[in-house]
């Protein structure tokens, strides 16, 4: 789910708990090592997120990891967009580029100095997906 994020909404807050999670408390954050990414270009996206990026400016986003899920945060000017992906939806492509998809919706970002820094965040949320993925089959 695609949500403008830029005021404070409760109806929105409650939607995305209950899509991937409250956020983790202070503490857990701490002992997680940190459940937010640093600040990563935006390379491409796909037509759903054509409104909330602009082509002739660099574009970036930061990752957040909740219970159920990861929301990616982009902000555009003033306004914030947040994407919602519940893990079971949640693909991850490392080539070139850095890939999140979910229902047919994608976010590819640069590898650049900022995503170099991110790579043991990427790795924590394909262990958090698969750790939820096994419970889920078990």
Known sequence: ??????????????????????????????????????RMKIDEVSNHFKNMTHP??????????????IIFHISKGLQRFVWVIPYYKLVIFKSITLSIHADGKFIKIKKTQFSKKNNSFIS?????????????NN
């Open 124 to 136: 924590k949320i394909i262990d958090l997906k698969s750790k939820q993925n096994s419970n889920v």
């Open 1 to 38: 789910m695609i949500y403008e994020n830029t005021y404070r909404n409760e109806t929105i807050t409650q939607q995305i708990n209950d899509l991937v999670g409250k956020p983790y408390s202070f503490l857990k954050s701490i002992q997680m090592g940190g459940t937010g990414s640093q």
């Open 56 to 69: 002739t400016e660099i574009n970036y986003g930061s990752l957040e990891i909740r219970p159920n899920g």
